[in-house]
């Protein structure tokens, strides 16, 4: 009840805000709903599956006051479990364990750090700030920042608080810095350093759709039909590399449909509507991050790029959704898309040990699971996914 509640306060203040365009306490209200988002996030319990393998490995960090950083660190990755992690996590643990040892204190700093992050992007960028909220809640962005991902949770906020804005302004030298530091958190970060070389691109939309989108769909579409297939038969359905490439025993034309459905409506949205985008430099961007959408269609790790550019996709789809709510008179737009936006992860919520993931809501001050989900615990703390 807690995620319906939530998500009835984000469409009211939606709803005033900003097809209404009530400005009294319009503030206020919104960054509230940042405080009950972080609060949501910060304050779960075994939410997610991610955080329970860190919480794992929580007591194994070096000591940041013992000054043996370098051979601490190095004793530290002798883990395997730890191992691939990168200097810049290791050293925001030893921090964050200077004040507290619990790792719900990692769980609150990585909750203020994104949402901050986010919240103050969409209020910079958008003209309709509460209706990007509204997509970000609803899409499985925030389900990935909030309730799975660690890392790379703090190296996006990073990038979404500087490097999107030295992006814009042009300003390189501390762009790469920023994408430096948010890779010193988590390998993602590199794609980010391809980025600017997009920056200029003066390109219409059939220039995007031939250089960009076609060889996505191709690549994808044959990866996942052709090669994945090829994976399955060569390698048996269990074998590591067709977890990316084929998924056991997914049908893969399916996969790629049902992986494919996102991108291709928010293509759709733009190539109707994108005279009604209000910030035209980020047309560059979002065809970027549909490129590898499609791409994650063959890898699934490809899509995890697009985690440093998503809301500004968002951005872009609420100036549309704004136009079309006004034309048609009715929130149903919203609605309606969010519906469209959530197709893709019915498939993964149909199995009760994904829905129990996050389902029903777990908190530090109220833990009541159900048999669901001590299963799916206990397989975590095996390493079993």
Partial sequence: MIY???????????????????????WAFYWLICLILICLSGFRY????????YEKNWNTYPNFWDFNWNSDILKFRENSEVARFHIG????????????????????CNAVIINCAIFKLIKTYSKHPFSVILIYYCSFTFIEFNFEL??????????????????????????????????????????MFLLPLIRNLKWGTKQYIVFFIIPAILIGLGGRAIVGNMLNTFLGADA?????????????FNYFLMYAFRPTVLLGLILLFKRHITNPQFIPIFFFSIFFMYIGTLIYTAARFTNYIII??????????????????????????????????????????NLARHYPYRSIFYDHPTDMQRLVERNAQRGLR
């Fill in 4 to 26: 319906l509640f939530i998500l009835i306060i984000i469409i009211i203040s939606t709803y005033y805000f900003d097809i209404k365009n009530i400005k009294h306490n319009k």
């Fill in 46 to 53: 075994h939410i997610g599956i991610d955080p329970i393998y």
């Fill in 89 to 108: 996590w290791i050293f925001y643990v030893m921090i964050i364990q200077v004040f507290s040892k619990s790792f719900i204190a990692a769980q609150i």
């Fill in 150 to 191: 660690m890392r790379e949770t703090i190296a996006v906020a990073i990038f979404l608080m500087y490097g999107i804005k030295y992006y814009l302004s042009k300003k390189w030298i501390k762009y790469y810095l920023i994408v430096l530091l948010a890779y010193s958190f988590h390998p993602s970060a590199m794609m």
């Fill in 240 to 252: 590591y590399a067709t977890r990316y490439f084929a998924g056991g025993r997914e049908n893969n």
């Fill in 312 to 353: 500004i996709d968002y951005i872009v789809i609420a100036d549309i959704l704004f136009v079309l709510c006004k034309h048609f008179k009715s929130i149903l737009v919203y609605l309606i898309y969010l519906f469209l936006l959530f197709i893709p992860n019915i498939y993964q919520y149909s199995s009760p040990t």
